[in-house]
Structures are given as structure tokens and as C-alpha cells.
């Protein structure tokens, strides 16, 4: 039997990086305060996961860590615009030209695995629009 399809397994790790990264900036864009607390309820998950992911990312050189101040790095920042930019691309591509409902398991499922040249194509391809359907700002992208 000859398969002639090539199969991608990414790794689950980087994507909860990502995830953490992008609530933080998510958190951020509010002018909120970086909180494990507020991390947490916005994953859904319990605080010492938070605590956990911060001091391993903190190595990473995305985020200074320290109990109670949590801060991301340019490094940590500009992942998780990366990751809001495609999520809000991808709500667009749904509502403005898809005409569906944005699907949060499709987005997030998709957000993670478009590289640079995509996603500038995709913006291209609609537009280059600057504010997502719900009324938030896209972060601009590399060249």
C-alpha cells in the first residue's frame, strides 16, 4: 500500500504554551492586571496549573515570574499576538466569507498550526482588515 498524504502530529506542549501566552495578552489588551487567579479563570483550569506553566515559561523567557507580579516579555508578547491575530483572522474568514458561526474548537484547533506566510496570506486574501467581527482589534503581523 502507498499512503501519498504526509501526517503532522504537533506537539500538545507548545500549544498550551501559546494558549497561555495568548490569555495573558488577551488580559493585557484590557488593561488588566496579570493575575495566576485571572489566567486561571480565563483557561478554566486550577491555579497551581498556572503557577506551574508560569515558572516554566519564565525560563522560556516569556513571561518574569515572580509570586505575585506575573509580566511578559517582548518575546512572550509577541507569540501571543501571533496567536490573537490568527484566531481573529479566522473568526472573520467564518463571519464575513464563510458565513458560519465561529466554531472556538476550529479556531483554536487552527490557530496553532498556520505559520507566518499563511496567516499574512490570509489577511491579504480578506483584506487586511484591522477589527474583528466582535469589534477587537487584530495585532498586526510580521512581513
Not at 495578552?25 to 484590557?30: A, F, H, S, V, Y
Not at 495566576?36 to 516554566?56: C, D, E, F, G, W
Not at 516569556?62 to 501571533?82: N, P, R
Not at 483554536?108 to 496570506?121: A, I, K, L, R, Y
Amino acid at each position: 500500500m502507498t499512503i501519498h498524504e504526509k501526517l503532522f502530529v504537533g506537539t500538545s506542549s507548545d500549544e498550551h504554551v501559546e494558549m497561555y501566552l495568548k490569555a495573558m495578552w488577551l488580559i493585557k489588551e484590557n488593561d488588566e492586571p496579570i493575575k495566576v487567579s485571572t489566567v486561571a479563570n480565563l483557561l478554566r483550569i486550577r491555579q497551581p496549573s498556572v503557577v506551574q506553566m508560569m515558572k516554566r515559561i519564565d525560563k522560556m523567557g516569556y513571561v518574569q515570574y515572580k509570586k505575585f507580579d506575573i509580566k511578559m516579555t517582548d518575546k512572550g508578547e509577541k507569540i501571543g499576538a501571533s496567536i490573537v491575530r490568527k484566531s481573529r483572522l479566522l473568526e472573520v474568514l467564518m463571519i464575513n466569507h464563510l458565513k458560519v458561526k465561529p466554531d472556538e474548537k476550529i479556531v483554536c484547533g487552527m490557530e496553532h498550526h498556520m505559520n507566518d506566510e499563511f496567516t499574512n496570506s490570509l489577511s491579504s486574501i480578506l483584506g487586511n482588515p484591522t477589527i474583528s467581527p466582535n469589534g477587537k482589534a487584530i495585532p498586526t503581523g510580521s512581513s
